[in-house]
């Protein structure tokens, strides 16, 4: 039953086949002209992990559709020199990008910044999780769960609760659905076989196990939130972005960094990532290519 549960693609919309998916209503040239320049003032994003690689490449290209974009990390100084970026790529007066700190290893912090979300915006259209960490050994938090898996798994679905209310919120005002991605590595790894036993990775702790872990725990969190009751409106997307030049590897040894540099060039850079991500996944709705 499980392994069927990891099989099944949680997104709702593949983001490789959009295209074909509305193909022959309007030309390749037509949508591109339309992706190039669309225009969104009244949407938000929310982007975790926007501070570096996929994240901050994302916000960039919600901020050039002059989507109001809050970007959340852990630097001050390079989150606020990231919104100046974002400023400069919209061309809309409407748009506010920000940032908000947030050491999101630790789920009361990521608490408290949505609870100062929640203060500043009764809606949100689009929550982007992209936080993230390479790690070889477990590292506790001073909460006891492994930083990594705080990242990956329990930390995204932590932001989710917390934000569900103003997601919910904007589908049923806005009547359009809000859309929730979680950006790690579905279809990637097998699922983590001690799950039942060792659902935290205490006794188990391996690389490989780490990286099931995750993997399998967002395809089953997002699974479950799409059956929630009350979130109808809210598409919940579990995406691969394949190998992307970013700085992911910083926090590894020494030869492993230099086996991501030597592997490097066969990576595709934020930017191309972003033309299936942002516009494909999260932005065109059935209706903007018919
Ligand atoms: N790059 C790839 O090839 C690849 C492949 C598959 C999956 N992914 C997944 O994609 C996601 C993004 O990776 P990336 O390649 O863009 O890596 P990246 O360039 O290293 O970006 C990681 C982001 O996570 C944030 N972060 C790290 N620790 C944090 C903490 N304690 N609190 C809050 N934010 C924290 C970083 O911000 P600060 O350091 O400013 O806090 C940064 O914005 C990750 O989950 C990764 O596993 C990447």
């Known amino acids: 039953m499980i392994r069927c549960v990891v099989t099944i693609s949680i997104q709702k919309r593949p983001f490789h086949n959009s295209s074909a998916l509305f193909a022959g209503k309007k030309s390749l040239s037509a949508i591109r002209a339309q992706n190039a320049t ?3 003032p009244n949407k938000h994003a929310i982007v975790v ?15 050039k559709a002059n989507v109001s974009v809050t970007i959340i990390g852990r630097s001050k100084a390079r989150g606020e ?18 940032f908000i700190a947030c050491d999101s290893f630790l789920m009361k912090n990521i608490q408290t910044a949505c609870a100062e979300i929640k203060s500043k915006q009764q809606s949100l259209d689009y929550l982007v999780l992209s936080q993230g960490i390479s790690a070889f050994q477990r590292t506790d938090t001073p909460e006891g769960i492994d930083q990594k898996l705080a990242l990956h798994y329990f930390g995204r679905v932590m932001f989710i609760r917390e934000l569900l209310p103003i997601l919910r919120h904007t589908a049923e ?4 659905i809000s859309k929730v991605m979680s950006v790690l590595t579905p279809g990637v790894h097998k699922p983590y076989k001690h799950y039942q036993s060792d659902f935290e990775l205490i006794q188990n702790y391996s690389a490989a196990n780490s990286a099931d872990a995750g993997c399998f725990y967002n395809d089953l969190a997002m699974d479950a939130f799409s059956h929630q009751p009350g979130n109808e409106r809210i598409a919940f997307i579990h995406s691969a972005p394949g190998f992307v030049n970013t700085n992911l590897g910083r926090d590894l040894p020494w030869f492993a960094q230099i086996g991501m ?17 942002v516009i494909h996944s999260l932005i ?6 018919s």
């Open 49 to 63: 992990g926007g501070t570096s690689g996929i994240g901050e490449g994302m916000a960039h290209r919600f901020a």
């Open 261 to 277: 540099k030597i592997l490097s060039p066969l990576a595709r850079t934020p930017e191309d990532l972003l033309k299936y991500f």
């Open 284 to 289: 065109a709705n059935k209706q903007d290519y």
């Open 173 to 176: 005002v806005g009547g359009d």
């Open 81 to 98: 020199e990231i919104v100046k970026t974002l400023a400069s790529l919209s061309s809309s007066k409407e748009t506010n990008h920000g």
């Open 38 to 40: 669309v225009s969104l």
